[in-house]
């Protein structure tokens, strides 16, 4: 058995294999793009997640810097460093030996023959 194959039955033959490989590439390159489009899609929705947080994470350091400065606005207002409170013991506790010093000399004074005026 033998089969004979003319020239242009050949060519004929050969370009629609090659028809069928580029339709069968075509294809699987359309489904390749498609599925790198979903992918990239889906990244671009996480990159927009990840700005909303970003944004936001801003928002809020920039809340805890706010309060911090009015911390620090407040502070010298109501804290009393400690020499400051030192000093000012200090002073309160020499007015109270004076006005003891000023009691027992009246006292003394008392206690001295005619010497209570």
């Known amino acids: 058995m033998t089969v004979q194959v003319d020239f242009w039955q050949l060519v004929l033959l050969l370009i629609s294999f090659f028809g069928a490989c580029a339709w069968a590439f075509k294809l699987l390159l359309g489904q390749t793009q498609r599925h790198l489009d979903d992918r990239f899609s889906n990244v671009s929705l996480r990159l927009d997640g990840i700005e909303v947080a970003n944004k936001e994470e801003a928002a809020q350091w920039a809340r805890v810097e706010r309060e911090l400065m009015d911390l620090k606005a407040e502070l010298p207002l109501n804290y009393v460093r400690r020499e400051d409170y030192i000093r000012g013991q200090s ?9 003891a010093v000023k009691i027992e000399n009246n006292q003394l004074r008392s206690l001295l023959p005619g010497g209570g005026k």
């Open 91 to 99: 002073i309160i506790e020499a007015k109270l030996d004076g006005l």
